[in-house]
């Protein structure tokens, strides 16, 4: 069975939206694919060595051309490259189980990479300071062949709870950047989560991780981000309203004011920057 036929069969199990056709939806799939990567035209022409004229043909639904099966294979290829770009990093120091991590992933052996990850995780001691790394990494094993796994929600879910209580002692740098390389690629999963309870249940998992780590080290940076996740997910209005708040308090009214309605990530926050100036 040919790639888009297969994920053709898998839409057609759970359809998120009508397509009129299985081409209209290859069509899709493919625009759907340099949208979510932020890749253009021209890049993907280059990544699957044809023209960008191709490219165009295979996202034109009325195009009589089907994609051929070879070039879907090398589709299938793409968006895992750019699906393990856009989630990992080999950040320095590595541990080794973690470059044997990503090879197996690169190498789409994701089988033997989930039995390493599991193993690995039983036998790493509960406070190790790299145990929120692993598990995200362990998530990561799980998620790439299916983002609704269950056990890649467990990891993801175990990864945000270790995430800040066991930091890398005497590297703040590497611990930071552990934390937003976590943080970012769970961020960029619930964005990609339709409206929903799944959705919600993400972003308060992450709205919980950013306020502990505000907890442990007072960067408001941390308390940005957790607004981000309630504007975007989005949460209720009372916990923009506590965040904006709390933003306030900590960096003044005008600062706060100036940011949220610089950058549209805040738009759903907005509307409560009067509320709370009345308040206070």
């Known amino acids: 069975m040919s790639f888009l036929q297969q994920k053709w069969n898998e839409h057609q199990v759970k359809p998120l939206r009508r397509y009129s056709s299985q081409r209209e939806f290859e069509a899709d799939w493919v625009s759907g694919l340099r949208r979510r990567y932020r890749v253009s035209q021209e890049r993907l022409a280059a990544l699957a060595s044809v023209s960008v004229t191709t490219v165009q043909n295979w996202e034109n639904p009325l195009s009589g051309k089907r994609i051929a099966e070879h070039n879907q294979d090398r589709l299938r290829d793409i968006e895992r490259e750019l699906w393990i770009k856009a989630h990992v990093t080999l950040l320095e120091p590595c541990p080794p189980y973690i470059h044997a991590l990503h090879e197996l992933l690169s190498a789409n052996r994701d089988s ?12 790493m001691a509960a406070h190790d300071p790299g145990r929120a790394r692993l598990l995200h990494w362990a998530g990561l094993t799980y998620s790439i062949a299916d983002s609704a796994s269950p056990q890649a929600r467990a990891y993801e879910e175990a990864a945000l709870r270790a995430l800040g209580e066991y930091p890398c002692e005497g590297n703040d740098r590497l611990a930071a950047a552990i934390e937003n390389e976590i943080l970012g690629a769970q961020f960029e999963d619930l964005l990609s989560l339709p409206e929903g309870e799944a959705r919600l249940g993400k972003g308060r998992q992450l709205l919980r991780a950013c306020q502990r780590l505000f907890r442990r080290d007072q960067q408001p940076a941390y308390l940005w981000n957790a607004l981000e996740v309630a504007c975007r997910a989005p949460l209720e209005m009372r916990d923009r309203f506590s965040l904006v708040n709390e933003l306030q308090a900590l960096l003044g009214a005008e600062q ?9 990530a805040y738009q759903a926050a907005r509307s409560l920057l009067a509320e709370s100036a009345t308040l206070n």
Do not use: T
């Open 112 to 123: 033997s990479a989930q039995g390493l990850a599991d193993y690995l995780v039983g036998c």
């Open 256 to 264: 706060v004011c100036r940011r949220i309605h610089a950058e549209v």
